[in-house]
Each structure stands twice: as structure tokens, then as C-alpha cells.
């Protein structure tokens, strides 16, 4: 979903900082995080052309990040009206509430509850697939089986379109970039394919 377009060079220990806090928002990422991408995908749909991208090299960091714009020294961050904010789920509603652009929080009261409870699962779905990735082939199914169920289940509540909302939300935004590495990932590694009997998880995938 986060799709490049013109994405600047990645600033590494050597780089020189951008002139921190000048006006200009800016948007600091790795081009591989998938949290970063999360906050990428939704600037771009939003159309958030104004939020400058900073890619950065987190194996090689420049120390001005951590020491002038985020302490915690971890992507994504944004630089906004003064001040940095960080930690992608809490970015995706910062940008909601701080930007113009398509709503990507629903309105709907089911919806909203929907979302609400599909972001907080965010957590134990990657957690439960990244230590299925550790497990021998025998035990993945019993590890990412049940978490992968749960979106398959979660894709069936809304008939209004393949998304897990129905329609494009930024529930999809913040699964989305993780689904896609498991959907390549798990069948080179563990041969095994976390669509095989959840025709909704590949629609939506494929729709993504």
C-alpha cells in the first residue's frame, strides 16, 4: 500500500540533518517498516503530498535523530507545528484528525466498534505470526492458524466490499503491510500458505 513515488535518499550516520523545525511537516521512515508503512500508505491516500518523506537507515542511524527529533529512535515519526510525534497506530489517527483528505476512521457506529476491536488485535497478529515463523514447519499451523482465522472471520462482518471494513479503512492500513510479508514469506519458508481455506484473507489481499 505505500506506494513510493519519489522517495528521497535514506539519511545514514554521515547525512546531514534536514533543517529540523522550520515549518515543513515531515514524515520519517524506513522504506521496509511495515509500522512506517502503515503511516506512508495513509499519507499517500490521503493525498498528504505537503508531508515531506525522510527515510532513514536503521542500521546505520544518524545520531541527530535521536538527540534533535525523536529520543526513542525508532520509525515512524512525524514532525508537526513544532513537535514530533511517534508510534504508528497512534500516528494513522493523527493524521486523521490533523489533515484533510479521504476519512479512513469510519463513522459508523458498528463500524467504529469493528475498528476499534480489529486494531487492538494488531498486536497479538503480528506477535503470533512472527513466533510461527520460529516454529517448525509441523507447528505453524497451530501458531498462525488461529490469528489468521480471526481476520478471515473479521472479513465476513461487512457486505459492502472486500475490505475488513467493507470498504478501505485504516484497519486495512494497519494490517495490511504485515498480511503482505506473511503472504510471501510463509510459503517460501514454511511452505505454507496462509490463504489455503480463507477465500476472504486472499480476496482482500488481492484487493489490497
Known sequence: MAALYAIPPT?????????????????????????AQRVWSARNI???S??????????????????????????????HNGKVTGESLDLLEYLENNFEGP???????????AAAELLKYTDTFTKNSFI???????????????????????????????????????VDIAYGPFVERFHVVFPVLKNYDI?????????WIQAS
Not at 11 to 21: A, R, V, Y
Open 195 to 203: 490463504t489455503a481455506g480463507r477465500p476472504k484473507l486472499l480476496k
Open 50 to 79: 505537503q508531508i515531506q518523506i525522510v527515510p532513514i537507515d536503521l542500521q546505520d542511524r544518524p545520531a541527530w535523530y535521536k538527540e534533535k527529533v525523536y529520543p526513542p529512535n525508532k520509525v515512524p515519526a512525524i514532525e
Open 132 to 170: 510461527a515463523l520460529t516454529k517448525p514447519d509441523s507447528g505453524v499451523a497451530q501458531e498462525a492458524g488461529p490469528v489468521l482465522d480471526y481476520l478471515e472471520n473479521a472479513l465476513g462482518k461487512f457486505s459492502d466490499g472486500p475490505f475488513l471494513l467493507g470498504q478501505l479503512s485504516v
Open 46 to 48: 490521503k493525498g498528504l
Open 11 to 35: 539519511l545514514t550516520s554521515k547525512s546531514e540533518p534536514p533543517p529540523l523545525f522550520d515549518g515543513t511537516t515531515r514524515l520519517y521512515i524506513s522504506v521496509a517498516c511495515p509500522y
Open 103 to 113: 476519512k479512513l476512521f469510519p463513522t459508523d457506529p458498528a463500524k467504529k466498534e
